[in-house]
């Protein structure tokens, strides 16, 4: 019986959405290399642990706070929730606290290490506004995504992910690091619309509030769409203006970025709006994006420029 809740608990943990946000925190870490940081070890153990407790821990919020909701939904491994909690509901209460233990688990962290890495005391505070997000996402009274504003987490979290790589080498942020993080932010926001777009109608049913549910699928695959556009165009512009072009191999990304172009625009031709349609082409741009940030990744670790 232990043995099953254990893998109840990793199954809520959803560790293959969690081990996803790891290429772009990496591309801040190898943007930090390449402009100059030494590598620490040490720093990048304990900031990637501090990660992997947020991660867990908003998971496991998430699945908490959307119970009601999630009863509409069916599971795609990539959307819908873990349903763990629909299956076991006697574990409502350890998802609940297990969150709220591991948050704060990583603020004390965060603490620690900002202490004995002598980092600025707003690192601290750049942690406590991830927590704020994760938590409030879905939990009250902000419940966020249940108030239309879900999708803005996303879009900062693609950003903040590679900004806290790049604080873990450098201890600081900077200019260049956000001018570099922007596009990353258009790939984050595009996870969260082609994870939406199969839940529609459960989200519709459950209260949420988000561009899917509001605009429909077709609309949302049209932004999808200009958001893969933009994040290819800003490489261009990246590259236009020659922009650290002596340390990052910026024709390769830009033509990395032009992968989930082609997805995106493929769907926009088909204009799947049905659930059973939709569904695979958002699956397919999701992996899309995530297949062109990890091949930028790759690219800055084996490319010299």
Request: aromatic content about 18%; proline content about 6%; hydrophobic content about 55%.
């Amino acid at each position: 019986m232990r043995f099953f809740y254990l893998v109840q608990i990793v199954k809520l943990a959803r560790l293959p959405i969690v081990f996803a946000v790891i290429p772009t925190f990496l591309v801040g870490v190898l943007f930090a290399l390449k402009t100059g940081a030494l590598f620490s070890l040490h720093h990048l153990v304990w900031g990637f642990g501090i990660l992997f407790l947020i991660e867990i821990a908003a998971s496991f919020a998430n699945d908490y706070f959307d119970y009601p909701s999630d009863k509409y939904n069916k599971q795609f491994g990539f959307s819908g929730g873990s349903g763990v909690l629909l299956q076991n509901p006697e574990l409502l209460p350890f998802a609940k606290w297990g969150s709220v233990g591991l948050f704060l688990l990583a603020i004390i962290c965060t603490i620690v290490f900002t202490w004995v890495a002598a980092f600025p005391l707003w690192t601290i505070g750049y942690i406590l506004v991830a927590v704020f997000f994760c938590w409030f996402y879905t939990a009250p009274p902000l419940r966020l995504v249940y108030r239309g504003l879900g999708e803005l987490p996303h879009l900062l979290a693609g950003i903040m992910f590679p900004g806290w790589g790049y604080l873990l080498l450098t201890g600081t942020l900077t200019v260049e690091l956000l001018i570099f993080a922007i596009p990353f932010g258009f790939l984050g926001l595009t996870v969260i619309l082609n994870f939406e777009i199969p839940d529609r109608e459960a989200d519709m049913q459950g209260g949420k509030r988000n561009l899917v549910v509001s605009k429909g699928r077709l609309f949302s695959f049209i932004i999808i769409f200009i958001l893969y556009l933009s994040t290819f165009l800003y490489f261009l512009a990246l590259l236009g203006f020659r922009w650290y072009d002596e340390v990052l191999p910026l024709w390769v990304m830009l033509f990395l970025a032009f992968i989930p172009v082609l997805f995106s625009g493929y769907t926009m031709v088909k204009k799947p709006v049905q659930r059973e349609t939709a569904t695979p082409y958002a699956i397919r741009n999701a992996v899309a994006g995530f297949l062109a940030t990890f091949l930028i990744l790759l690219s800055l670790i084996v490319l010299p420029t």
